[in-house]
């Protein structure tokens, strides 16, 4: 079996979809996109900065649009046996899956960052950091100490907090034994309380929406489980704003499953990277550029 993956905010980078927009069909499906979102997705993923395209309401729509795209490059009408996505990334996951169409999913990312973008800016300051390495009871004492939440348990050693400010500097002034404390460039605390705003607004814009049932197995962060509802997939969405990513959760249940390669959608990497350590041996293909279709597409039919 075969996981395609959508990786989450932070896995931006300058200039990511340039080399993409040499492939017609990849070009046109991200000027559709674009055109379902308030966000000119072609100018932030070709010209924009690092700073500009690190704020929220920009990040979010770029990388579901990025990660929609390429998969569709990657599939055309092949359904993979598994999909789930890190944070955001859930979103083109239900896309992939047939709860929603990608339209929709533009619609409601552009609704979710901006709402998650207010909630940031109208709280106390707040920010997250990575946390590598230490003992797991370790590092999640020490959080509980600091009134920190674990946001994303992303297993192999890697727990990113969120929070404070002042709580995020103290953790990295004094970080657990043998743990390393990598403060983020992010807006907020997201995946906590501090985020409880973005998820009302988030719920309202669904209502709207007419969810279907996965065509494939869907993983969600909650805890990992298949959701095999797409009113449930979508609710679930909704409440994550605000609670922790069980990422380490999703890949255990990948191994349960019976998942033999992962193949994460552009722009690539950063699940690749947690996969190295928590399924071990398991092939994977990160989708950059367009380079790596080629690989992506041998292991499709590896492990179809």
């Given amino acids: 079996m075969i996981a395609v993956l959508f990786p989450g905010q932070g896995a931006q ?5 340039a080399p993409w927009l040499d492939i017609p069909e990849v070009a046109a499906q991200l000027r559709a996109l674009s055109e379902a979102t308030d966000v ?7 010209t924009s900065d690092a700073d500009t395209i690190r704020d929220t309401a920009v990040a979010q729509p770029l990388l579901v649009a990025a990660g929609l795209a390429t998969a569709r490059a990657l599939l055309g009408s092949t359904t993979p046996g598994l999909v789930a996505g890190h944070s955001v990334g859930e979103l083109g996951a ?10 929709e999913a533009m619609r409601l990312v552009s609704v979710r960052a901006q709402a998650m973008a207010a909630a940031a800016a109208g709280s106390d300051p707040t920010s997250m950091a990575a946390v590598l390495g230490g003992v797991e009871e370790d590092v999640l004492e020490r959080l509980e100490q600091l009134g920190l939440t674990p946001a994303n348990m992303n297993g192999g050693g890697q727990i990113v907090a969120a929070g404070a400010t002042a709580a995020i500097e103290a953790l990295a002034a004094d970080p657990p034994a043998r743990a390393r404390v990598i403060p983020l460039q992010v807006a907020g605390a ?10 009302s607004a988030l719920s309202e814009a669904t209502a709207s929406a007419a969810p279907r049932d996965p065509e494939t197995t869907l993983l969600t962060n909650a805890d990992g489980s298949a959701v095999t509802s797409g009113a449930d997939a979508l609710a679930r ?34 699940l690749t990277g947690l996969a190295k350590r928590s399924l071990k041996g398991v092939p994977a293909v990160a989708l950059k550029t367009p380079d790596d279709l080629p690989a992506a597409r041998d292991l499709l039919e590896q492990h179809a």
Avoid: K
């Fill in 40 to 46: 000119d997705l072609l100018a932030h993923g070709t």
């Fill in 190 to 199: 997201f995946h906590t309380s501090y985020m409880q705003p973005a998820v």
């Fill in 94 to 103: 239900a896309a992939l899956a047939g709860v929603i169409d990608d339209a």
């Fill in 237 to 270: 969405i909704v409440a994550q704003v605000a609670n922790p990513v069980r990422w380490d959760l999703c890949q255990a249940r990948m191994l349960d499953l019976g998942v033999t390669a992962i193949i994460e959608v552009a722009p690539g990497g950063v």
């Fill in 13 to 17: 980078t300058p200039g990511m979809l």
